[in-house]
């Protein structure tokens, strides 16, 4: 095959019905959905597994760090170990093991038990993530890779919105055993129905280690990984700790922190989609904007949040822009190597998973040392940061939305 028609092959969906095609996005935004859930029920049943267990909430706390620091190991991981299986296969089989992972959760005796589910969750969710997060192009063309995009990255902001609640409200019903085994078990039928809808998805290229270092010379996507470490680690050093922040600002109580995350969600749905057509046409603009709002809403939030309303204002304009940041930087990434989409968007997730450890410990720092100001600061100065990198830096090629591809051969 000659580099013409690789190119071809390589930027061109496969051929599905329309209706047949966003079936199958919508099924994998499911998948997407409930391995982020799964990552963070501990948040919403710290205090009954705590107990169980015969552990401290800080301890149970830590299934967090630890899924995060496996998915980013094991996001470029599975697709380099996994070379030859099919990606519908593979996603199916990872879904399973989602299904493994909180059905042992559920079972655990002992927090060493939870320990090992939690590992294994994290490489069902780095996996899933590799795969599902460059799987838009090879569905749909045109103008809809964007809004595709979108949709499998909702699973983020639904899983915030929706999952973790659904999940403490299990734990509540019939106790938090039973709500990991009741997600885990969805994790079967969205397997099945993956298996369904997906078409045959053969490997697009297959560069291992070669082709990532060669990734690593690509000034775009350096560029692009420089992005997603400081937008990512600067939210989560201020996201992190966002709830003693609206203690001191706005002497919010429980139930308006709630109230106000909730807002904060819904706004993080929004910026999703509206981000993910634009970034696809233009990636360096969108993130140059997502930055900016990003870093006023920080750097406003200590005199703004006052009051709920000042304070749910400052969390709608934080939401909405990093709600877009996910599709994003995905975008950046894809659109930086077209050719090896599957390899770019793994590493890609490697370090948003990384950032995300970075950020919350840096954010640790700044509380423990100066406060909540001091996070919210940090994260102010790291997205300034990312802004000039972005500006500066070399970015991908802005596309005509109206760029259409040549239809690959059927499976």
């Known amino acids: 095959m000659n580099s013409a028609k690789q190119h071809a092959t390589l ?10 095609a966003w079936l199958a996005i919508i099924v994998v935004s499911v998948g997407t959905f409930l391995v982020v859930t799964s990552e963070m029920m501990p948040v919403g049943l710290l205090t009954p597994m705590a107990s169980s267990l015969e552990t401290t ?3 149970i706390g830590q299934t967090l760090t630890i899924t995060g620091v496996v998915a980013a190991v094991s996001a470029p991981g599975v697709p380099l170990l996994a070379r030859s299986v099919d990606r519908r296969n593979l996603l199916a089989a990872l879904m399973v093991l989602l299904f493994v992972a909180n059905a042992i959760t559920a079972w655990a005796p002992t927090f060493s038990v939870v320990v090992v589910a939690r590992v294994l969750l994290g490489v069902a969710m780095g996996g899933v993530w590799a ?9 749909v063309a045109g103008r809809s890779i964007g809004s595709a995009t979108a949709t499998i990255f909702s699973g983020v902001a639904f899983a915030s919105v929706l999952g973790v609640p659904l999940g403490t409200f299990l734990g509540a019903q019939a106790g938090w055993r039973t709500a990991f085994l009741v997600i885990g078990a969805v994790g079967l039928l969205v397997a099945i129905a993956l298996l369904v809808s997906l078409p045959r ?9 070669t082709g990532m270092s060669r990734l690593l010379r690509n000034p775009r996507v350096i560029t692009g990984l420089s992005i997603i470490v400081l937008l990512v680690g600067g939210h989560f050093a201020a996201y992190t ?9 706005a002497d919010a109580g429980p139930s308006l922190i ?3 995350l909730l807002v904060y969600g819904i706004a993080g749905a929004v910026g999703n989609f509206v981000a993910g057509p634009r970034a696809v046409r233009a990636p360096r603009a969108t993130v140059s904007v997502i930055l900016v709002a990003l870093g006023t809403s ?4 200590p005199f703004l949040a006052s009051t709920a309303t000042s304070a749910g204002a400052v969390l709608v304009l934080w939401g909405l822009a990093y709600g877009g940041a996910s599709v994003t930087v995905q975008a950046w990434m894809m659109a930086s190597a077209p050719g090896a989409r599957e390899t770019v968007s793994s590493l890609g997730v490697g370090v948003f998973n990384l950032s995300i450890a970075l950020g919350a410990t840096t954010g640790g720092v700044a509380v423990d040392g100066f406060g909540a100001t001091a996070a919210l600061g940090t994260a102010t100065v790291l997205a300034l940061a990312g802004l000039l990198v972005a500006l500066l830096g070399r970015a991908p090629r802005t596309q005509r939305p109206e760029a ?5 051969e059927k499976p």
Request: charged share 10%.
């Open 404 to 408: 259409a591809t040549v239809p690959a």
């Open 258 to 260: 709630g109230t106000l």
């Open 241 to 249: 700790y966002v709830r003693p922040a609206l203690e001191l600002y």
């Open 298 to 301: 920080t750097l406003l939030m």
């Open 131 to 139: 795969i599902a997060a460059g799987l838009a192009p090879r569905l």
């Open 201 to 209: 998805l053969p490997v697009e290229q297959n560069g291992g280690l």
């Open 57 to 59: 909430e800080g301890t």
């Open 11 to 20: 930027s061109s969906p496969t051929v599905l019905s329309p209706a047949r």
